[in-house]
Every structure is written in structure tokens, then in C-alpha cells.
């Protein structure tokens, strides 16, 4: 909160007039990136989607690198900012879904029901594990290596449901 104040140049009494808590600014500022107008790209294939989709995370995280930790840091100390930003990233998913929906109608994934979530996670996880887990430097190949291997599993039914879950 004391940092918010000095960079905002107000009092950190101002502050905590607006958000009682971190909690509270936390659930503002995860609330604004969920209403920024961002749309999946479409690169008319799957590896080329999350490839693309992977750089996009991989510019974010290098670019405000700090932000994204302290972000996802402070959530585990806010339950009102863990509902918020289990929120955006479930919103984020719900929006992926038409890589995979695409992928299946263009013939690049079998026509099998195809866990979306289970697939963009492998594909973008391997940018959190490098950049903020192991504070890494960026690998400009990263992005469409993890991108290839999340399709070429997908492709080998690693994220078939199976009746059982599905049902």
C-alpha cells in the first residue's frame, strides 16, 4: 500500500481510504485486466495460436515482471484477491477455449472431446515455471517450444476426456 502511495503521490492514508486492504486494491486491479478488450489469436492453426499466445505471456512477465509475482504473492494472503484473480484466470480459459474448438474443425486435433483448460495449461505453463518460478532469462524459443509439445500431446490424445470425467 506504501508503494502504491508514493507512486500515485498521495498520501498512503488516501489509499487506504479507497481499498481498506491490499485485498480490496488487489481485487480492483485484477478486476481492470479482466476488462481490457483482449481477444485469443488466430494464426489459423493451433501451434501457430499458442505460440502466439505464449509470446504474449512471455512479453507480459518480462515486461512487468515484478508486478505478475507480487500479483499472484499477495492472493495467497487475500481471500477476497484469490477469488478475484481464480476469477480472471478461469475468464481467460473460458476465452481460449476457441483455439482448441478451432483446432478440432480444421482437422488439427482428433475429433475426441479435448480437455481446453488441461491443454492451455501445458502449453503456457512452461513460461511461468522459466520466468517466475526460475526467474530465467527469456528464451525467444520458449514460446513455440512449449506450443509444439502441448500440440504434438494433444494431437496424441494426452488431453482426451474420458467418459468417466466427462459424465
Keep these: 500500500m506504501e508503494g502504491v502511495a508514493t507512486r500515485a503521490g498521495v498520501h498512503r492514508a488516501t ?5 481498506r486492504d491490499v485485498g480490496g486494491l488487489l481485487v480492483d486491479v ?6 481490457i478488450n483482449w481477444q485469443p489469436p488466430d ?9 502466439a499466445l505464449n509470446q504474449e505471456i512471455q512479453e507480459s ?5 515484478s508486478f505478475a509475482v507480487a500479483l499472484m504473492a499477495a492472493s495467497f494472503h487475500s481471500e477476497q484477491a484469490a ?8 475468464d481467460r480459459y473460458d476465452q481460449c477455449e476457441i483455439l482448441v474448438e478451432r483446432a478440432i474443425e480444421r482437422g488439427d486435433l482428433p475429433a475426441q472431446h479435448t480437455d481446453a483448460r ?4 501445458a502449453a503456457t505453463a512452461p513460461l511461468y515455471h522459466q520466468l517466475v518460478l526460475l ?3 527469456p528464451d ?8 509444439q509439445a502441448a500440440v504434438l500431446a494433444a494431437a496424441a490424445g494426452a488431453f482426451a476426456v474420458r467418459r468417466e470425467e466427462s459424465g
Design 30 to 35: 485484477i478486476d481492470a485486466a479482466g476488462e
Design 140 to 147: 525467444p524459443q520458449l514460446p513455440s517450444r512449449a506450443a
Design 61 to 65: 512477465l518480462v515486461a512487468q515482471p
Design 15 to 19: 489509499v487506504y481510504r479507497r481499498w
Design 83 to 90: 477469488r478475484a484473480q481464480t476469477q480472471l484466470w478461469a
Design 135 to 137: 526467474r530465467a532469462e
Design 118 to 121: 488441461s491443454l492451455l495449461i
Design 43 to 51: 494464426t489459423g492453426s493451433l501451434r501457430g495460436d499458442l505460440t
